[in-house]
């Protein structure tokens, strides 16, 4: 089964400032991006829900030092990027 990414203008803006500062890990955010259309449970994700403010929404690993924040809409097989960066800017 797969999921479709649906991105926000807002998602785009802070994914463009993102990847625009940290130019060495495009490849890895489309490699990401990619599996997580693919098999959003893939371990390598360390998929988890949030508490307080965040508590709609999950978060994912790009890898050991940066995250996405999304929601995962499984009844439509949905995600939906909300935030990308480090622990402190994300959460």
């Known amino acids: 089964m797969s999921y479709k990414v649906t991105y ?3 998602y785009n ?3 463009g400032r993102f990847l625009k500062k940290h130019p060495s890990l495009i490849d890895t ?5 990619e599996l997580l259309e693919s098999n959003p449970l893939h371990p390598s ?4 829900k949030l508490a307080g403010r965040l508590s709609e929404c999950h978060s994912i690993f ?3 030092s940066y995250h996405i924040v999304l929601y995962f809409l499984m009844v439509d ?6 935030d990308i960066g480090d622990h402190d800017t994300v959460y």
Do not use: D, M
């Open 8 to 10: 926000t203008a807002a």
């Open 13 to 15: 803006k802070k994914a």
């Open 29 to 33: 955010y489309q490699k990401t991006i």
């Open 45 to 48: 994700f360390r998929l988890h």
């Open 62 to 64: 790009i890898n050991l």
């Open 77 to 82: 097989n949905e995600i939906v990027p909300v």
